[in-house]
């Protein structure tokens, strides 16, 4: 049962990088960076944001640190600026983020190989009576992260383009809908109960 439930997890985990790395897909690289939320989110910097997410879960917590790591990964580059891992500087190229991203995941991914759910690490910059966990517990705490930021980058693309679906444009909505109608349905209820 454990093996099945590491399995499990460990598809879900592969599902939500591969619909959130989908999402950069046919746009150009103004539209993966530009903010679209007053707190800045943008397509690029949720995936820059999840592979420091997973080296620093899969990597430093189990005593396996990501060889070669890039520089904004840093104690004092992120202390000068705990935003760094949300956006994306003109130099860093989309395929540079991309690649962290792909190659931060075969890193996981050894971890998740490597060791049992029960395997110990620790999380230094969580509270002490938490810190010491389990690779189950840093697989249900990762799913979670990356699954919320997928639906953000959900929000985002569809904003952006109207590109909606889980991975493929539309492959897991309706075939044929008319948007406009259900919104303005949608709408009107809005409107009646407010």
């Known amino acids: ?22 999402k950069l897909d046919g746009l150009g690289e103004y539209d993966v960076r530009r903010p679209m939320t007053p ?5 690029l910097g949720l995936v820059k944001h999840l592979a420091g997410v997973e080296a620093g879960y899969f990597g430093d917590t189990f005593g396996r640190p990501l060889p ?35 190659r931060v995941a075969r890193h996981a991914d ?13 999380v230094p910059h969580w509270p002490a009576d938490r810190a010491t966990v389990t690779l189950g517990r840093i697989l249900v705490h990762t799913l979670t992260d990356l699954t919320r930021h997928a639906g953000h980058a959900d929000i985002l693309r569809e904003t952006i383009d109207g590109t909606a679906g889980l991975r493929a444009p539309g492959d897991n909505l309706p075939e044929g809908e008319d948007w406009p109608a259900p919104v303005a349905k949608l709408e009107a209820a809005a409107r009646a109960a407010g």
């Open 1 to 22: 049962m454990t093996d099945a439930v590491k399995a499990a997890l460990h598809d879900a985990v592969r599902a939500a990088r591969a619909a959130l790395v989908g």
């Open 39 to 43: 707190t800045g989110t943008n397509l």
């Open 68 to 102: 070669d790591p890039p520089a904004w990964f840093a104690d004092e580059v992120i202390d000068a600026d705990p935003l760094v891992d949300m956006w994306a500087t003109p130099q860093e190229s989309r395929a540079e983020i991309v690649g962290l991203f792909e």
């Open 110 to 122: 050894a971890t998740i190989d490597a060791l049992p759910l029960d395997a110990t690490g620790t």
